[in-house]
């Protein structure tokens, strides 16, 4: 054997394992990197593993029990993405090396054998605002874990030898599995029971008759479960138990088939392989070719991902408040072109939170788009703003809405113990406590949550309750309507006396947000009565405001030097574009003024709040 | 095979507890008894299930001896304390009248403690066998995974008698509440579920059937429940309900009337009738004397100032509060009498609710609140009993805490009360019991036992409408759902 014949051997090898390599680094930079916040989000709004033994049994006892278990588990790596990432790719990676193995597929269309791993990733890239959706079922790890089950059991199967120890493996395949995956179980049984009517040797009598039992059973057994065990299992979940159904992902129903989707694509490269045993050791080796087949299948995989910027930032925005980052939610929101009126909203928080509110938040993009109608704005921030806005009864409640409908998460727990605290409900806040302390990479942040309830009067020294202080000077109001969330924020804020200097930077911004001039000449002199200094914008809006009402200008207070002058130029640019159109106004302004709320007063015409 | 594994298991948790020894010559201490639960200094019936707790003591070895004041003793070992059930029950059995004293053993720093001894009575008077409740979350809009379950006291059997997950689809999840028993059994039951294929679920006999109770110028369905002692009649409030949230008050929610009448519903007619429709007053809560001769609500006197009456309550809720009022009845004819004022809440400044009168017709237990009508969600609510042959009214001291106590219960025999409480964390309401003797006093509560001591702490649902049953309920879940799934019957209405 030369040189010459080993390097030509050797090349094919290496394409095979650096597919294998290209594949696990992409989902682990995808999953754990690129889209982190995203999975960061995920585990945060995702059921915890159930802490008693009420729950533990509702969870486990009814099909599919076992992997919506692990799902919940596996999902807490996901505090550190590439941790999860790493898992996520890690189960990817088996279950293609488990389709390779069970199933010969052609040599041309190997890298096939990627296609359920990728539509399993598919299914988590692809969502959206769904995941704000009331649901029970963990999107990260359920299916996946669901696909192993399956691939797992077939393989068992390939262990049993003799016809009837393989009659009784998919038997109880079924008897034992369907408990525990539920339908997974089901679609084991079915592959397993049509490898071996398609196994050469037998008559045809013997195939027919072994598939009709296997599907005699794979019906037969749910129903016994159904009538005998499940008393609560829905007739809709009996062969379904375990897969989450098209409904549970809202809006992004066509996410909803993509699990349903890579099961057909096993059936069908079981089929193709025709049920004959994979040999990966013994197949020819990769070509290129095959590499570039991966290679396709991984950018379509990444192309049908969701790529919505404003989603990805929303997500980015969550969890640099998920952990009190308030710079980053700028940075994040000023990278946004076009923004939506949730990233206008976290924005608005963040400037709050560092008193610049009033300076700055028309130097953002103030154009918006449109947010999906369902899930509601309340259901998306509900929490994070409302909390952040001092308003803690009500971002109580929304927690407890969350709690209700996706059981008890991370994002409902935060916000539960934090109001807890804040309203003094110490024993309510050690139950919340409690339970964060039980969840994986949490504990440290229970116990700094510990100590408040041992001593109170530290919470004074954490800044985020620090700064909430300012916010929680109200009387209470009894009957407010917060499902509409913005609008609710705008009125009230109009509407209240403001008695702290942050609570008036939310009332300038509301007025100022709705254009309410009676509102402003009413808020204006409170600057001076307090020795304020009057924010940027609200020199703006005074000048502005006073201009239109032909009020004298020199008689505002608290004018610095620049705006005044900046006034002046706007003014003259307004003169100038006097007859022309308003669109070349608008880009006029916008070049020369975008940053300021005379720009946001001419631009936008129709508040559409969410 | 199931059989002989459980005596094996029996038999290995028995020789367990048996193995371990009574720590000698410990020195006995005078720390406080912290166990979770707080089971001590507390009355117990014979027949209730073992009593699990925790030790909230830091310790290198722990064993308990619960040693009954007759005969026999338990010797366990461990921080978190389970008492094989059988053994339980005959240490209970054999101390009936008597007391089961408790010594908690600790070792620390090599040397065995023991701490100060607790007594709990074994009382005479068995509990009735299950109570029904509903699992929920404490309060607002949605609701998503909602159960309403049966309890074996004497044992920690436990299982739906209907949940709503057996609809997967959201849309199609049903809020289930309000269930209610004739006297105390169970072939005659029922609850409502809101939502698309919702109704009132009667079951008569053992089987289920789906009413549509809104009938006439009702303005509602019919809500809360209470079924004539022995005819097939059910007594019902109906009332257009609203649920609104304080901004900053520690109550956080309020659910009021604006709204609310009573109606009668004969279930072997299908019609419902006026029990009281006045104007001027909301009714509501409606509960039968024992007799059935009479029935008992709560009552308020209110006119709106405003037209807008969901304004007008949010304006005026603190100062809409209830009377506990009554009407005669006669079985036969089906007529009511006038309205009496059994207990003016309103001349003294408070809100009276939940009426519920004691099985040998003596008592009136309710629940006093500063205004309103759902005062689970008021801190300042407790319990209150009126001595109806002397007119006596005095709190239930004992049973009530500085937090919430509000819905409650008589057993069949009148020597237990279950309530709800919120005493634990001032959010969840717990279920707890405490023994009445006949003559209007009554003993520390403690909590439902649960196999897993820890349960409460961990569990994010309150208990609600905790309600004594003689016999489990038997019709399944699934007859529930098929009930459902069916056209409601309509009720008519008659004068």
Same mark, same amino acid.
């Given at each position: 054997?030369?040189?010459?014949?080993?390097?030509?051997?050797?090349?094919?090898?290496?394409?095979?394992?650096?597919?294998?390599?290209?594949?696990?680094?992409?989902?682990?930079?995808?999953?754990?990197?690129?889209?982190?916040?995203?999975?960061?989000?995920?585990?945060?709004?995702?059921?915890?593993?159930?802490?008693?033994?009420?729950?533990?049994?509702?969870?486990?006892?009814?099909?599919?029990?076992?992997?919506?278990?692990?799902?919940?588990?596996?999902?807490?790596?996901?505090?550190?993405?590439?941790?999860?990432?790493?898992?996520?790719?890690?189960?990817?990676?088996?279950?293609?090396?488990?389709?390779?193995?069970?199933?010969?597929?052609?040599?041309?269309?190997?890298?096939?054998?990627?296609?359920?791993?990728?539509?399993?990733?598919?299914?988590?890239?692809?969502?959206?605002?769904?995941?704000?959706?009331?649901?029970?079922?963990?999107?990260?790890?359920?299916?996946?874990?669901?696909?192993?089950?399956?691939?797992?059991?077939?393989?068992?199967?390939?262990?049993?030898?003799?016809?009837?120890?393989?009659?009784?493996?998919?038997?109880?395949?079924?008897?034992?599995?369907?408990?525990?995956?539920?339908?997974?179980?089901?679609?084991?049984?079915?592959?397993?029971?049509?490898?071996?009517?398609?196994?050469?040797?037998?008559?045809?009598?013997?195939?027919?008759?072994?598939?009709?039992?296997?599907?005699?059973?794979?019906?037969?057994?749910?129903?016994?479960?159904?009538?005998?065990?499940?008393?609560?299992?829905?007739?809709?979940?009996?062969?379904?138990?375990?897969?989450?159904?098209?409904?549970?992902?809202?809006?992004?129903?066509?996410?909803?088939?993509?699990?349903?989707?890579?099961?057909?694509?096993?059936?069908?490269?079981?089929?193709?392989?025709?049920?004959?045993?994979?040999?990966?050791?013994?197949?020819?080796?990769?070509?290129?070719?095959?590499?570039?087949?991966?290679?396709?299948?991984?950018?379509?995989?990444?192309?049908?991902?969701?790529?919505?910027?404003?989603?990805?930032?929303?997500?980015?925005?969550?969890?640099?408040?998920?952990?009190?980052?308030?710079?980053?939610?700028?940075?994040?929101?000023?990278?946004?072109?076009?923004?939506?009126?949730?990233?206008?909203?976290?924005?608005?928080?963040?400037?709050?939170?560092?008193?610049?509110?009033?300076?700055?938040?028309?130097?953002?993009?103030?154009?918006?788009?449109?947010?999906?109608?369902?899930?509601?704005?309340?259901?998306?921030?509900?929490?994070?703003?409302?909390?952040?806005?001092?308003?803690?009864?009500?971002?109580?409640?929304?927690?407890?809405?969350?709690?209700?409908?996706?059981?008890?998460?991370?994002?409902?727990?935060?916000?539960?113990?934090?109001?807890?605290?804040?309203?003094?409900?110490?024993?309510?806040?050690?139950?919340?406590?409690?339970?964060?302390?039980?969840?994986?990479?949490?504990?440290?942040?229970?116990?700094?949550?510990?100590?408040?309830?041992?001593?109170?009067?530290?919470?004074?020294?954490?800044?985020?309750?620090?700064?909430?202080?300012?916010?929680?000077?109200?009387?209470?109001?009894?009957?407010?309507?917060?499902?509409?969330?913005?609008?609710?924020?705008?009125?009230?804020?109009?509407?209240?006396?403001?008695?702290?200097?942050?609570?008036?930077?939310?009332?300038?911004?509301?007025?100022?947000?709705?254009?309410?001039?009676?509102?402003?000449?009413?808020?204006?002199?409170?600057?001076?009565?307090?020795?304020?200094?009057?924010?940027?914008?609200?020199?703006?809006?005074?000048?502005?405001?006073?201009?239109?009402?032909?009020?004298?200008?020199?008689?505002?207070?608290?004018?610095?030097?620049?705006?005044?002058?900046?006034?002046?130029?706007?003014?003259?640019?307004?003169?100038?574009?006097?007859?022309?159109?308003?669109?070349?106004?608008?880009?006029?302004?916008?070049?020369?003024?975008?940053?300021?709320?005379?720009?946001?007063?001419?631009?936008?015409?129709?508040?559409?709040?969410? | 095979?199931?059989?002989?594994?459980?005596?094996?298991?029996?038999?290995?948790?028995?020789?367990?507890?048996?193995?371990?020894?009574?720590?000698?010559?410990?020195?006995?201490?005078?720390?406080?008894?912290?166990?979770?639960?707080?089971?001590?200094?507390?009355?117990?019936?014979?027949?209730?299930?073992?009593?699990?707790?925790?030790?909230?003591?830091?310790?290198?070895?722990?064993?308990?001896?619960?040693?009954?004041?007759?005969?026999?003793?338990?010797?366990?070992?461990?921080?978190?304390?389970?008492?094989?059930?059988?053994?339980?029950?005959?240490?209970?059995?054999?101390?009936?009248?008597?007391?089961?004293?408790?010594?908690?053993?600790?070792?620390?720093?090599?040397?065995?403690?023991?701490?100060?001894?607790?007594?709990?009575?074994?009382?005479?008077?068995?509990?009735?066998?299950?109570?029904?409740?509903?699992?929920?979350?404490?309060?607002?809009?949605?609701?998503?995974?909602?159960?309403?379950?049966?309890?074996?006291?004497?044992?920690?059997?436990?299982?739906?008698?209907?949940?709503?997950?057996?609809?997967?689809?959201?849309?199609?999840?049903?809020?289930?509440?309000?269930?209610?028993?004739?006297?105390?059994?169970?072939?005659?039951?029922?609850?409502?579920?809101?939502?698309?294929?919702?109704?009132?679920?009667?079951?008569?006999?053992?089987?289920?059937?789906?009413?549509?109770?809104?009938?006439?110028?009702?303005?509602?369905?019919?809500?809360?429940?209470?079924?004539?002692?022995?005819?097939?009649?059910?007594?019902?409030?109906?009332?257009?309900?609203?649920?609104?949230?304080?901004?900053?008050?520690?109550?956080?929610?309020?659910?009021?009337?604006?709204?609310?009448?009573?109606?009668?519903?004969?279930?072997?007619?299908?019609? =419902?009738?006026?029990? &009281?429709?006045?104007?001027?007053?909301?009714? #509501?809560? %409606?509960?039968? @004397? /024992? +007799? !059935?001769?009479? $029935?008992?609500?709560?009552?308020?006197?209110?006119?709106?100032?405003?037209?807008?009456?969901?304004?007008?309550?949010?304006?005026?809720?603190?100062?809409?509060?209830?009377?506990?009022?009554?009407?005669?009845?006669?079985?036969?004819?089906?007529?009511?009498?006038?309205?009496? =004022?059994?207990?003016? &809440?309103?001349?003294?400044?408070?809100?009276? #609710?939940? %009426?519920?009168? @004691? /099985? +040998? !017709?003596?008592? $009136?237990?309710?629940?006093?609140?500063?205004?309103?009508?759902?005062?689970?969600?008021?801190?300042?609510?407790?319990?209150?009993?009126?001595?109806?042959?002397?007119?006596?009214?005095?709190?239930?001291?004992?049973?009530?805490?500085?937090?919430?106590?509000?819905?409650?219960?008589?057993?069949?025999?009148?020597?237990?009360?279950?309530?709800?409480?919120?005493?634990?964390?001032? @959010?969840?309401?717990?279920?707890?019991?405490?023994?009445?003797?006949?003559?209007?006093?009554?003993?520390?509560?403690?909590?439902?036992?649960?196999?897993?001591?820890?349960?409460?702490?961990?569990?994010?649902?309150?208990?609600?409408?905790?309600?004594?049953?003689?016999?489990?309920?038997?019709?399944?879940?699934?007859?529930?759902?098929?009930?459902?799934?069916?056209?409601?019957?309509?009720?008519?209405?008659?004068?």
């Amino acid at each position: 054997m030369n040189t010459m014949e080993v390097k030509q051997k050797r090349v094919p090898v290496a394409w095979d394992t650096l597919g294998s390599l290209l594949f696990l680094v992409s989902v682990v930079v995808y999953a754990g990197g690129y889209r982190r916040d995203l999975f960061f989000r995920l585990q945060e709004l995702s059921p915890l593993l159930p802490d008693d033994a009420l729950s533990f049994r509702n969870g486990i006892a009814s099909p599919g029990g076992l992997i919506r278990y692990a799902g919940a588990f596996l999902t807490r790596f996901y505090y550190y993405p590439l941790l999860g990432g790493a898992v996520f790719a890690g189960l990817l990676v088996w279950i293609r090396w488990l389709v390779g193995t069970l199933f010969r597929l052609p040599a041309r269309v190997r890298f096939l054998s990627y296609l359920p791993s990728l539509l399993l990733l598919l299914s988590v890239t692809r969502l959206d605002h769904v995941i704000f959706v009331p649901h029970e079922e963990n999107f990260l790890f359920t299916a996946s874990l669901g696909v192993l089950a399956t691939l797992l059991l077939v393989a068992g199967s390939r262990r049993a030898r003799g016809g009837w120890v393989k009659w009784l493996y998919a038997l109880l395949t079924i008897a034992v599995g369907y408990p525990l995956v539920g339908c997974y179980a089901l679609f084991a049984a079915l592959l397993i029971g049509t490898e071996e009517a398609c196994r050469g040797g037998h008559g045809w009598v013997y195939a027919l008759g072994l598939l009709a039992g296997v599907a005699a059973w794979i019906i037969t057994c749910p129903l016994l479960y159904f009538h005998g065990v499940y008393a609560g299992l829905s007739t809709y979940n009996i062969f379904t138990a375990g897969l989450l159904s098209p409904a549970d992902y809202g809006s992004g129903r066509v996410t909803g088939f993509v699990v349903p989707g890579a099961l057909a694509v096993l059936a069908g490269l079981a089929a193709w392989s025709g049920f004959r045993r994979g040999r990966s050791g013994l197949a020819p080796p990769w070509g290129m070719e095959q590499f570039v087949g991966l290679l396709a299948l991984l950018a379509i995989t990444f192309l049908l991902s969701n790529r919505d910027p404003r989603f990805q930032s929303l997500m980015s925005i969550q969890r640099a408040v998920a952990h009190d980052r308030w710079e980053q939610v700028l940075e994040v929101a000023r990278a946004v072109e076009m923004p939506d009126r949730t990233i206008i909203l976290y924005r608005n928080v963040a400037l709050l939170k560092q008193n610049r509110l009033g300076e700055e938040m028309f130097t953002f993009p103030t154009e918006s788009v449109a947010m999906p109608k369902y899930p509601p704005l309340v259901y998306i921030a509900g929490r994070d703003l409302l909390f952040h806005h001092g308003r803690l009864n009500h971002a109580y409640r929304w927690a407890m809405e969350h709690l209700v409908q996706h059981g008890m998460t991370v994002d409902a727990l935060r916000y539960m113990i934090k109001v807890a605290l804040l309203n003094g409900e110490f024993p309510l806040a050690q139950k919340y406590v409690n339970t964060l302390e039980r969840t994986p990479f949490y504990a440290e942040t229970a116990r700094k949550y510990r100590r408040y309830i041992a001593q109170p009067a530290l919470m004074n020294e954490e800044p985020e309750f620090r700064a909430l202080n300012a916010l929680l000077a109200y009387q209470n109001l009894l009957g407010e309507n917060t499902a509409l969330l913005e609008p609710y924020l705008l009125e009230y804020y109009k509407n209240t006396p403001p008695v702290t200097f942050e609570t008036l930077e939310l009332s300038m911004s509301a007025v100022l947000t709705l254009k309410v001039k009676d509102r402003f000449w009413g808020l204006f002199p409170l600057y001076k009565e307090h020795g304020w200094k009057v924010p940027r914008h609200v020199q703006e809006a005074a000048l502005l405001f006073a201009h239109r009402e032909q009020r004298d200008l020199s008689a505002l207070h608290g004018l610095d030097t620049i705006t005044p002058e900046r006034f002046t130029r706007f003014l003259h640019t307004l003169e100038v574009y006097r007859n022309s159109p308003e669109e070349r106004l608008l880009a006029a302004l916008k070049d020369s003024f975008g940053d300021t709320y005379w720009y946001y007063y001419f631009a936008m015409k129709e508040l559409k709040t969410n | 095979m199931t059989t002989r594994l459980y005596l094996l298991l029996v038999l290995a948790c028995m020789t367990h507890a048996c193995s371990v020894e009574i720590p000698r010559h410990a020195k006995e201490v005078t720390l406080p008894v912290a166990i979770s639960p707080d089971y001590t200094g507390i009355t117990i019936p014979y027949n209730i299930a073992p009593l699990h707790f925790t030790i909230l003591l830091d310790a290198e070895e722990y064993v308990t001896v619960a040693r009954g004041t007759r005969s026999g003793s338990l010797i366990v070992r461990g921080k978190e304390i389970h008492f094989p059930l059988k053994a339980w029950r005959a240490l209970l059995l054999a101390n009936k009248g008597e007391a089961i004293l408790l010594d908690i053993y600790l070792k620390r720093a090599g040397e065995w403690l023991k701490l100060p001894r607790t007594r709990n009575r074994v009382s005479p008077d068995p509990i009735d066998e299950y109570i029904a409740y509903r699992l929920i979350e404490p309060g607002y809009t949605y609701y998503w995974d909602l159960s309403i379950r049966q309890r074996n006291l004497t044992s920690f059997e436990e299982r739906d008698i209907f949940n709503n997950r057996i609809y997967p689809q959201s849309d199609q999840r049903l809020c289930i509440n309000c269930h209610s028993f004739q006297n105390y059994r169970t072939a005659h039951m029922q609850f409502h579920g809101r939502g698309d294929r919702g109704g009132t679920i009667i079951v008569k006999e053992g089987r289920p059937i789906k009413v549509e109770l809104k009938a006439g110028d009702l303005v509602s369905g019919g809500v809360y429940p209470a079924w004539h002692p022995y005819e097939n009649l059910i007594a019902y409030s109906v009332n257009q309900t609203g649920q609104v949230f304080h901004s900053r008050d520690p109550r956080k929610v309020e659910v009021q009337d604006l709204l609310s009448d009573l109606i009668l519903y004969d279930v072997d007619r299908n019609t =419902v009738a006026y029990i &009281a429709h006045d104007s001027c007053e909301l009714e #509501t809560f %409606p509960a039968w @004397s /024992p +007799d !059935g001769n009479t $029935l008992y609500y709560a009552s308020a006197p209110y006119t709106p100032t405003f037209a807008n009456r969901s304004r007008d309550v949010i304006v005026h809720y603190k100062e809409i509060r209830y009377n506990i009022v009554r009407r005669t009845f006669d079985p036969i004819s089906r007529q009511f009498g006038d309205m009496e =004022v059994v207990f003016d &809440a309103v001349r003294l400044g408070k809100s009276a #609710t939940l %009426p519920r009168i @004691s /099985p +040998d !017709g003596r008592y $009136l237990l309710f629940t006093l609140g500063e205004f309103g009508t759902f005062h689970i969600w008021h801190p300042e609510s407790d319990l209150y009993i009126v001595d109806l042959q002397s007119g006596e009214c005095r709190p239930l001291e004992n049973a009530n805490s500085s937090h919430v106590e509000s819905y409650h219960s008589w057993s069949s025999n009148g020597r237990w009360i279950i309530f709800s409480s919120r005493r634990d964390d001032g @959010s969840y309401t717990r279920p707890y019991i405490t023994h009445f003797d006949g003559e209007g006093r009554c003993t520390k509560p403690f909590i439902l036992p649960q196999r897993d001591p820890s349960l409460y702490g961990k569990l994010y649902k309150s208990f609600n409408i905790t309600e004594f049953m003689v016999e489990p309920v038997t019709t399944s879940p699934r007859a529930f759902a098929n009930a459902f799934k069916k056209e409601a019957v309509q009720a008519r209405m008659t004068r």
